[in-house]
């Protein structure tokens, strides 16, 4: 199904593409028709339409004069984002990307940061660390791979002036030692906060371990660039009423509320299609709304009045939206 082109979008020139490591990409896009691109704060990613149609989003590692530095891990697995990056775009390409979004700020007055990259995750991570090295803050960075190959950034992090603070992990290399998550979190503090990136898995064991030690929830903060699914075998059919002409349009079980819409010419601005970016954001005016996204914080979803129509389903009989 087609998709709704991305409001406000940026031309972009991709000004440089190198190989950073195994399977992993670097894009740098330059702006066109401005001196220079929106500001990005460390956390921040875009949402880029690729040449096979796509829309992805992918954390800005820089923005520096010569624009945004990217970094894309070919996914062999994926659904496709990935594969057109690597395979189709080259250097002179005019992309198409958002403003940046910033879902994964950092918090200020932080005494102490601990920064945890699994893989790619280093993307935002590694943002993070530069920022706070010329804040003069006090952090650590603790990154692991596969492979000292599949290590993007190796050379950049060995001549950073904050390298001593950088600690890297080798899965196929002992001499680089394991990651010990019990020692590092076991004295937390109100002030200190953990920020991590990675596959879910690797993500998942340093929230628990870090919960486990008593950190707060409230000093916990993590990027995720795939939703977990959610399996749901009595997922039922609903009703959508469209506030404004009274139309009503069915849901089917196995069928998601964006692609209603869009199969009966309801045009709703969609990226990810996993409840990660937002973009989607639909607001409720009647209905009690299954939240299967990760973008809305708990006291949002306790509002009851938006939801996701990409991943996000009604409890009950139907919802009454404001379109």
């Not at 080259?90 to 994964?104: A, E, Y």
């Not at 993307?123 to 492979?147: D, K």
């Not at 001549?159 to 010990?180: E, F, I, K, M, S």
């Not at 996000?312 to 139907?318: D, F, I, K, N």
Request: with cysteine; aromatic share 6%.
């Amino acid at each position: 199904m087609p998709q709704p082109e991305m409001p406000d979008y940026l031309a972009v020139r991709v000004a440089r593409r190198e190989r950073l490591a195994t399977d992993i990409l670097g894009l740098t896009l330059a702006p066109i028709e401005a001196s220079s691109l929106p500001p990005a704060t460390p956390g921040s990613h875009i949402d880029v339409t690729l040449p096979n149609g796509l829309v992805r989003q992918f954390s800005i590692v820089a923005h520096t004069a010569a624009g945004y530095e990217l970094a894309i891990l070919r996914e062999a697995s994926g659904r496709g984002g990935s594969r057109s990056v690597h395979d189709d775009v080259v250097t002179g390409d005019v992309l198409r990307i958002s403003p940046p979004r910033n879902l994964f700020p950092m918090a200020t007055g932080a005494s102490r940061s601990l920064l945890f990259a699994g893989g790619i995750g280093i993307t935002p991570i590694l943002a993070m660390a530069e920022a706070l090295a010329a804040q003069g803050a006090a952090f650590e960075l603790h990154y692991c791979t596969r492979s000292a190959q599949r290590c993007a950034f190796l050379a950049r992090l060995a001549q950073a002036p904050y390298a001593n603070r950088v600690h890297l992990y080798h899965d196929d290399n002992p001499a680089t030692g394991r990651l010990d998550l019990a020692s590092l979190l076991s004295k937390s503090t109100p002030s200190q906060h953990l920020y991590v990136c990675g596959p879910e898995g690797f993500m998942e064991h340093v929230l628990s371990l870090a919960r486990g030690a008593g950190w707060q929830e409230a000093n916990l903060h993590a990027e995720r660039f795939h939703a977990a699914p959610v399996m749901a075998a009595d997922d039922g059919s609903f009703e959508i009423t469209l506030a404004r002409s009274g139309r009503r349009i069915w849901v089917a079980a196995d069928q998601t509320a964006i692609a209603a819409l869009h199969a009966a010419g309801v045009t709703v601005p969609m990226s990810c299609e996993q409840g990660i970016c937002g973009t989607c954001a639909t607001r409720v005016l009647d209905g009690e709304i299954d939240h299967r996204d990760m973008f809305f914080t708990d006291a949002e979803r306790a509002a009851g009045n938006q939801f996701t129509p990409c991943c996000s389903r009604a409890r009950g009989a139907g919802l009454v939206l404001d379109l």
